[in-house]
């Protein structure tokens, strides 16, 4: 009923959903997360509840510690509800496995382990939706690397491979190559696998990163990431 009333007033002032949304991600590029997640959240769809996920996730990123954990446990009500509302919606699974990702530091390794499976289910679900969802291809690629480092045992329980890093980050920049995120999180994953080993091609990936143009506020802050790591690896 709340979703109906709001398409009928936004109708009524000449404002689509879809232009709703359009803003409301505007406000996200801006780095302005919360009015971002406001509007989103406002819409009642779907779709705005993944934007606003996605917003509460990464303005846990950039909030004191003592609030990440409450605003990644709204971004998984967030995700979950846009499930909810669409089963076919790829971007609410991703949203789903990248909160439930970063709620895993929060956690116990045997709670992390039984999320561990819940995230791989999630973001296979969303590249099943959408073969060509770079970040979830990221996602399964950071996944493996930072579960394979943990050791034999903890790979064989949740059935992450070393292997499996590589050919998911390749993907993901064949899909999306301008992306300084990709660029970042391949060198951290690469450095998670092996540090002594792969420290050359992780320092490729960063001097990529830094040499791409930030489009996004969030772009710049993983550009400031990737030049600060490559920094401290040189």
Request: overall charge neutral; charged content about 20%.
């Amino acid at each position: 009923m709340r979703t109906l009333v709001l398409t009928a007033l936004l109708a009524a002032t000449g404002v689509s959903l879809a232009d709703s949304l359009k803003e409301a991600n505007a406000l996200l590029d801006k780095g302005d997360w919360q009015s971002a997640s406001s509007m989103a959240v406002g819409l009642g769809s779907s779709d705005g509840y993944a934007v606003a996920a996605k917003a509460n996730t990464l303005g846990a990123s950039v909030s004191a510690e003592a609030a990440r954990k409450a605003l990644l446990e709204k971004a998984q009500g967030y995700a979950n509800q846009a499930i909810k509302l669409n089963d076919a919606n790829a971007n609410g699974y991703f949203e789903l496995a990248r909160a439930d990702g970063r709620l895993a530091q929060f956690t116990g390794i045997l709670q992390s382990l039984g999320l561990a499976k819940d995230i791989k289910a999630a973001l296979g679900k969303a590249t099943d939706l959408d073969p060509k969802y770079d970040e979830a291809y990221v996602a399964l690629g950071l996944w493996n690397a930072e579960l394979a480092a943990k050791g034999f045992m903890v790979a064989a329980a949740t059935g992450a491979s070393a292997g499996q890093v590589i050919p998911n980050f390749e993907k993901a920049i064949a899909i999306a190559p301008s992306v300084i995120a990709h660029r970042l999180e391949y060198a951290n994953a690469l450095l998670d696998l092996n540090k002594n080993t792969n420290k050359a091609a992780a320092i490729a990936q960063l001097q990529k990163a830094v040499a791409l143009t930030p489009q996004t506020y969030w772009d710049k802050q993983d550009q400031a990431a990737a030049q600060k790591k490559l920094n401290d690896l040189q």
